[in-house]
Structures are given as structure tokens and as C-alpha cells.
């Protein structure tokens, strides 16, 4: 089994590697703790720190490991990733260009017929 997920779990930010971007999450359960990667809290207004309460949804690695994924920590804002917004804007900048080339590329050619 390559891949499992499942919805709706919580636990306890128990270790945190600031400088590394990763720490565990112990469950509820008490089973092994969980890994969670910085990537995977996307759009969160903060850094997590050790004693947040995450929610999130478990990934089966390759390895047979437990990964979370899908995850954010409980009672901080979601922000929109301003990133995006800016290299979307930035493609649409490109595509204007590119249009305006084609189209004086068009003009030349014909002026030249």
C-alpha cells in the first residue's frame, strides 16, 4: 500500500525543529508519534511551537512511515500564500506581452506583403 489517508485527527505538537522545518505530533492514541514537515501547513499566520494542537490527515509514506499532510494548527488564522497571487499575476504579465508580439510580428508581415 503506497498511500493512506485519513481525515480528521488531532494531536499534540511534541517536538519542533525550527531551524529544520519538522517536528512530531503525539496522538491521541498513544501510537508512534507522526511526522509532520513545515510544507504541510500551508497557509498558517505562524510557525507552529511545541504544545500546539494540529489536525490533520495521515499519509502512508513508501517507507511504511506515517507522515501528516493537510494539516493546521488550531485557533491560528489561515492566510492566503501572496507567492501565488504574484506569479499568477506575473504569468499573466507574460501572456499580455507575448500577445503584443505576436501581434506586431502580424503587422510587420503584412505591411511587408
Not at 490527515?57 to 493546521?72: C, E, L, M, S, T
Not at 506569479?87 to 502580424?106: C, E, Q, Y
Request: hydrophobic share 40%.
Amino acid at each position: 500500500m503506497a498511500s493512506k489517508e485519513n481525515a480528521g485527527i488531532t494531536g499534540q505538537l511534541k517536538r519542533w525543529n525550527e531551524a529544520k522545518g519538522f517536528g512530531f505530533i503525539s496522538t491521541e492514541n498513544g501510537q508512534r508519534d507522526i511526522f509532520i514537515h513545515i510544507s504541510d501547513l500551508k497557509g498558517m499566520s505562524r510557525r507552529p511551537i511545541v504544545g500546539d494542537t494540529i489536525h490533520y490527515q495521515v499519509k502512508v509514506q513508501n517507507d511504511g512511515k506515517n507522515r501528516a499532510i493537510n494539516a493546521r494548527i488550531e485557533g491560528v488564522e489561515v492566510v492566503q500564500d501572496h507567492r501565488s497571487k504574484k506569479a499568477s499575476k506575473n504569468n499573466k504579465n507574460r501572456t499580455l506581452i507575448l500577445i503584443a508580439l505576436v501581434a506586431a510580428i502580424v503587422i510587420v508581415a503584412f505591411a511587408l506583403i
